[in-house]
C-alpha cells in the first residue's frame, strides 16, 4: 500500500492547494485523504487506478468540507492568502502574465476550475477526470472547453486592463 | 481531410492524448485554420503556465503530517496495545497466586510452542512490512547472503520459498529477534502493494505440528512446525487466499531440506 500511495502525495497536496490556497489548510486535506485511505484501503476496487482513488477522496473531502463550512474555495480572498502560499516560481516564470493566470484561474466556477487543473495540472485523463468528479466524460469534455475559452477572456480582459505599471496589483 | 476534426480533439492534442497520425491531421488541420489555430495555442500556453506555477508544491518536503508509515503504524496501534495489556492483566492474575490465579492457567498463560510463533509472526510484520525505509536487511537481489545469514543465526538451513506463482515477489529479508530465539523473517509483495511476511525458527516445543489459522487485528496466516523448524506465514489477507500460499510454502521448505 505504501509503495503505491506514497509516490502520490506530491501530487495530492498539489491538488489540494489549488482547491484551498492556504497551506496547513490543504495539508490538513491531504492527511484526512490518506488516513481515510489507509482505513478503507481493502474496500477499494483492487482492479482500479490507485491514483483515481486518491484524488476521488481527496476531491469528496473537500467538497463535503467546505459544503459543510458554507464556504467555497473559489470564494478564498486572493487578498487574504499571502503571495508565499501560491506556488512559489522560480523567478524568471514570475511574469505578470503567470500572476495574472493564476487570478483568473481563480474566477473561474468551481466546476470548471477542478475539471481544468486535474486535466492540465495533474495530467488526468479524461475519463479519470470523470471519475474523480463523479461525472460523465461529455461533462468533463464541455466543462474543460468553457474553462479554457473563459480563461482566455479573462486573460484578454487583465490585458487590456493593465495600467502602465505593470506590477499593479488589480483590485477585485 | 479524413474525418472532420471535432473540438474535443482540439483539446485531446492539446493535452496530448492524441495518437501519432491523429496528431498530425490536426497539426495540418491548425496550419490550414489560423483563427482555431491561434485559440489552440492560447489553451497550451495555459496549461504551460498552470503547469509550471504550480509544479514546486511538488517539489516541496512532506511535512511529517502526511507521513503514511506513521498514519498507518498508528492505526494498527490500538490492536496492539489491546493485546498487551491484556497480557499485562494476565500477568497480574498470575502473580495473585493461589488457586484462582492458577485455575485461569490455560486462558492467561503466554503461549508457547506454535501459538508463540504464530504471535511473533504478525509482531514481525507489524514492524517490518508498513517500514518504507527498510523493510528488509538483505534484499532479494541479494539471496545467497540473505540464506548465508538466516542458515548461520538458526543453526539450519531455511528454505526461502519461491511464490511468484501467486504474484508474490520476494523483497529480501532479515535475522529477527523472538523470545524463543533467532528467527528467519523473509518478506514479500504483490503487484497490489501487498506485503506478506514469513518467519521461521527453531521449536523446543511442537517440533511437528499440523498447519493451523492464526488471526490477530487485520492480519491472518498460518503456522505449522516440521522436523523441529516452525513456519508462520503472515499478511493483510483473507484466510482463504493464504491458505493455498501457505501450502505452497510447506511444500517448499519441506521438499528442500
Partial sequence: ???????????????????????????????????????????????GDPRTWMFTILHNLAVSRFRGQKLRPVHVDIDDTSERDIARMPSQETTVEVQDMLRCVDQLPH?????????????????????????????????????????????????????????????? | MARPITEEELHAFVDQTLDVR??????????????????????????????????????????????????????????????????????????????????LRGVTQSPEGIAALAEEASATYVVY???????????????????????????????????????????????????????????YDNDHGTRLVMLARRMAVDQNMPMVPQSHGTLNGYAWADKGLGFSLVGPASPEQLHPLADEVRKQTSRNI
Fill in chain 2, 129 to 187: 512490512a508498513p517500514d518504507h525505509i527498510r523493510p528488509v536487511e538483505i534484499k532479494a537481489s541479494e539471496r545467497d547472503a540473505l540464506v548465508d545469514w538466516t542458515t548461520e543465526r538458526l543453526g539450519r538451513a531455511v528454505a526461502i520459498p519461491d511464490l511468484s506463482a501467486s504474484g508474490f515477489r520476494l523483497m529480501g529479508g532479515r535475522v529477527v529477534a523472538t523470545a524463543h530465539g533467532p528467527a528467519a523473517m523473509f518478506m
Fill in chain 1, 111 to 172: 466546476e470548471q476550475r477542478s475539471v481544468l487543473l486535474l486535466v492540465a495540472i495533474e495530467d488526468l485523463s479524461y475519463a479519470q477526470t470523470a471519475d474523480v468528479l463523479g461525472i460523465p466524460v461529455g461533462t468533463v469534455m464541455s466543462r474543460l472547453s468553457r474553462a479554457r475559452d473563459r480563461l482566455i477572456e479573462l486573460m484578454n480582459d487583465a490585458g487590456s486592463e493593465k495600467s502602465p505599471k505593470p506590477f499593479l496589483r488589480r483590485v477585485i
Fill in chain 2, 22 to 103: 491523429r496528431k498530425e491531421e490536426v497539426s495540418a488541420y491548425l496550419n490550414a485554420h489560423p483563427e482555431i489555430s491561434k485559440r489552440v495555442e492560447a489553451y497550451r500556453r495555459q496549461r504551460e503556465i498552470l503547469k509550471t506555477a504550480y509544479a514546486p508544491i511538488a517539489n516541496e518536503p512532506i511535512p511529517a503530517q502526511l507521513n503514511l508509515a506513521r498514519m498507518i503504524e498508528r492505526k494498527r496501534r490500538p490492536a496492539l496495545a489491546s493485546s498487551w495489556l491484556a497480557a499485562a492483566a494476565a500477568v497480574v492474575l498470575l502473580c495473585t497466586g493461589g488457586i484462582g490465579g492458577w485455575s
Fill in chain 1, 1 to 47: 500500500m505504501v509503495h503505491l500511495i506514497e509516490p502520490l502525495i506530491p501530487a495530492l497536496r498539489r491538488y489540494a492547494r489549488t482547491l484551498v490556497r492556504n497551506r496547513s489548510a490543504a495539508d490538513d486535506l491531504v492527511q484526512d485523504c490518506l488516513e481515510r485511505a489507509v482505513s478503507h484501503w481493502h474496500q477499494r476496487r483492487t482492479d
